[in-house]
T-cell receptor
Framework: GAVVSQHPSRVICKSGTSVKIECRSLDFQATTMFWYRQFPKKSLMLMATSNEGSKATYEQGVEKDKFLINHASLTLSTLTVTSAHPEDSSFYIC????????????FGPGTRLTVL | AQSVAQPEDQVNVAEGNPLTVKCTYSVSGNPYLFWYVQYPNRGLQFLLKYITGDNLVKGSYGFEAEFNKSQTSFHLKKPSALVSDSALYFCAVRDIVAPGGYQKVTFGTGTKLQVIP
């Protein structure tokens, strides 16, 4: 159990467009979902944390209006990159936790975003 | 605030030899510690965790980690490395963020493990 999916796995878009990435917990209810951005050479940066039904909490330096996070249900969170630019190109990873697992995070497979 | 340090960007080890990937931490209170592995272009996979109890924690794929409170370390180990162990390894520590009570995990910068045939 504890499978997290992400869709799409890869997306290429033009500069100025918006892209939505979905993160789903398939077999458990996620009390909290996290969005990370991974830069080349590995560094994993937490962007925001979201709890179902409430506003996301963004980390310092992350633009709230640029990276819109919606956590509509206990199994779905979405990240929308608005007006994407080439510098937004990155690997975006979501994770989810459930109450019983001491905050062990279950990670999605990631989404590779390329902005042309 | 909590922090995690992985002092080695890369570790090279010959296949069949023991491996160690280092991690030190800084937390207020009792540490909840994790190791994750990432294969190329994939998300992170959970390896093992320390919450309480025995200092030697056994996890997936033959990995284990030793919690050392006096040295504030949580090094990842495996007695005999496989080529398929080559990947990126992340150490992480849990902390509690008071507003809303949600719990945040801080990751180290990662260590690339290269197992040489």
């Amino acid at each position: 159990g504890a499978v997290v999916s992400q869709h799409p796995s890869r997306v290429i878009c033009k500069s100025g467009t918006s892209v939505k990435i979905e993160c789903r917990s398939l077999d458990f209810q996620a009390t909290t979902m996290f969005w990370y951005r991974q830069f080349p050479k590995k560094s994993l940066m937490l962007m925001a944390t979201s709890n179902e039904g409430s506003k996301a909490t963004y980390e310092q330096g992350v633009e709230k209006d640029k990276f819109l996070i919606n956590h509509a249900s206990l199994t779905l969170s979405t990240l929308t990159v608005t007006s994407a630019h080439p510098e937004d190109s990155s690997f975006y990873i979501c994770s989810a936790t459930r109450r019983s697992s001491y905050n062990e995070q279950f990670f999605g497979p990631g989404t590779r975003l390329t902005v042309l | 605030a909590q922090s995690v340090a992985q002092p080695e960007d890369q570790v090279n080890v010959a296949e069949g030899n023991p491996l160690t990937v280092k991690c030190t931490y800084s937390v207020s209170g009792n540490p909840y510690l994790f190791w994750y592995v990432q294969y190329p272009n994939r998300g992170l996979q959970f390896l093992l965790k320390y919450i309480t109890g025995d200092n030697l924690v056994k996890g997936s794929y033959g990995f284990e980690a030793e919690f050392n409170k006096s040295q504030t370390s949580f090094h990842l180990k495996k007695p005999s490395a496989l080529v398929s162990d080559s990947a990126l390894y992340f150490c992480a520590v849990r902390d509690i963020v008071a507003p809303g009570g949600y719990q945040k995990v801080t990751f180290g910068t990662g260590t690339k493990l290269q197992v040489i045939p």
